[in-house]
């Protein structure tokens, strides 16, 4: 069993928990994530089973889409709702304008400070470990692109908060909780994120996620992309050779570039993906082979 399967993660699980659960019911160990969602995040998920685990170092660096909820007038230290509320100031005095004009200068290619309870080793340690133990991390600003932050709805429905929903899209990396922390820093009020939907990573997208309920019911054919299918997905680009190419590229052998920029996939004449390869000094050379020698 080969493939992808697109989860609607829900709250309250972490990435690895979905993995684990994906193991478990696909009845294999060989099972990764393209990329983490919090637990407190909900949405898309995507999951590598069998050799389709090594397609995943090429969709954790793609761009990211989120559905998120920006609560101004509270500040928290783990920047969204999960942490305990470390300062509080009204918001009622900031105008839409300012919050538009704020979100604005966040959009594009920014130098981001990651949330302090985040991943991020710090010293050999993670940095969500320091703080919790007490620690103050600081950590270095991050060049990261924010091509998409719509407004969708700005409600004012509890004294002294405000709530911004948001549409983004971002390069990997970038940390929506950060967007939520900056915002609320920019207007002088502080900010946290409350909700946080991932709708879409590369080119796999919400339309297409499943439930993990549904999941249960289909185990063990778990896979909704096949390996090639896969693969014509996560790139851009992709080529198709000869028999005789597919044999040599199998091997380990390099093939003559076509220029083609970035990693790509190459299928045979059966359609099965022989291997991703990258090309550099007039060759294209595999990087990850997946069809089996001869």
Request: glycine content about 12%; hydrophobic content about 45%.
């Amino acid at each position: 069993m080969d493939g992808i399967v697109i989860v609607d993660k829900p709250a309250g699980m972490t990435s690895h928990d979905v993995v684990a659960r994906v193991r478990r019911l696909a009845r294999t160990r060989r099972v990764g994530h393209g990329g983490t969602l919090d637990p407190m995040a909900t949405g898309v998920l995507v999951v590598g089973v069998g050799r389709a685990t090594r397609l995943l170092t090429y969709v954790i660096g793609t761009d990211k889409g989120y559905a998120a909820t920006i609560r101004l007038g509270q500040r928290t230290v783990t920047d969204d709702a999960e942490g305990e509320v470390v300062a509080t100031r009204s918001a009622d005095a900031v105008t839409d304008e300012a919050i538009r004009a704020g979100l604005a200068a966040l959009t594009g290619e920014i130098d981001q400070v990651p949330s302090a309870v985040s991943a991020i080793k710090v010293g050999g340690r993670r940095a969500y470990h320091r703080v919790r133990e007490g620690e103050q991390v600081a950590l270095a600003p991050r060049r990261v692109r924010i091509s998409r932050l719509d407004v969708r709805a700005i409600r004012r429905e509890l004294p002294g908060l405000v709530d911004v929903e948001v549409d983004l899209a971002c390069s990997s990396g970038t940390y929506v909780r950060a967007v939520a922390r900056d915002l609320g820093e920019t207007l002088g009020v502080g900010g946290h994120l409350t909700a946080l939907r991932r709708t879409f990573v590369g080119g796999f997208t919400l339309a297409e996620a499943i439930p993990l309920a549904e999941l249960e019911q289909r185990a063990p054919d778990v896979v909704s992309l096949s390996l090639a299918e896969a693969a014509r997905r996560a790139f851009a680009d992709h080529r198709e050779v000869d028999a005789g190419q597919a044999r040599a590229l199998s091997h380990g052998r390099p093939l003559p570039a076509v220029g083609v920029t970035g990693p790509y996939p190459v299928f045979a004449p059966t359609g099965e993906l022989v291997a991703v390869v990258a090309e550099r000094g007039g060759a294209a050379r595999p990087e990850a082979v997946f069809a089996p020698a001869g």
